[in-house]
């Protein structure tokens, strides 16, 4: 008798090989799952269907307040954004130097195209933010989206840290949330249709 025939393996120890594989099944996917987050809460789909409605609109010149909850650089600003997201017109208060090309490269992170930017950026998985200024990102971020349900335009948008092993910890100061609390239309271009 060959020992190692599984057809004549009592059916105890069958179990127990059916068991044992079961559990590294379970495991392979419990640290694929905690290796590889969902790095977002929306499709790209959702993302493009919110773009369209935005770019609909035809806003060429709008006034934007956004509220910062950041490590650094956290309150309310007011950007004045003109040329369709192009400009940065003017921003109250005035903490930053509209003059300094970094300083407009991280102001444009708060306007609606910026926005859409960054979160196209996220889901293309291709984040190219600057992190000699301010770094927002991590490997293992993670990041919500929220959309104005009739205009398109970003409502919210955050990213933070997701450890990918338990024993792993998070690093506080890269948490960061960008939440619109006000937008108004200045000027519009005739409605433009859906692309």
Known sequence: MNLLSLRNLPLKPLAFFVAIAALLAIS???????????????????????LARWRTLGVEEY?????????IDGGDRTIH????????????????????????AYLRSDTVEGMFED??????????FDPTYYSRVSPSMVFTVKFHPQMGYPTEFSGGCRATWPWQGCPTDIDWRRV??????????????AR
């Not at 006034?63 to 490590?71: L, P, S, V, W, Y």
């Not at 954004?81 to 407009?104: C, H, M």
């Not at 006000?182 to 005739?190: A, C, D, E, T």
Request: hydrophobic share 40%; glycine share 4%.
């Open 28 to 50: 392979v996917m419990w640290v694929w799952s905690a290796t590889h987050p969902t790095r977002i809460n929306v499709s790209r789909q959702e993302y493009q269907a919110a």
């Open 63 to 71: 006034e934007i307040t956004i509220h910062a909850d950041a490590f």
């Open 81 to 104: 954004v003109s040329n369709g997201g192009a400009t940065l017109v003017s921003i109250d208060p005035p903490s930053y130097n509209l003059t300094d090309p970094r300083a407009i």
């Open 119 to 128: 979160i196209q950026a996220v889901l293309g998985d291709q984040i190219q």
């Open 180 to 193: 619109v609390t006000s937008l108004s239309i200045l000027k519009q271009i005739s409605p433009v249709p």
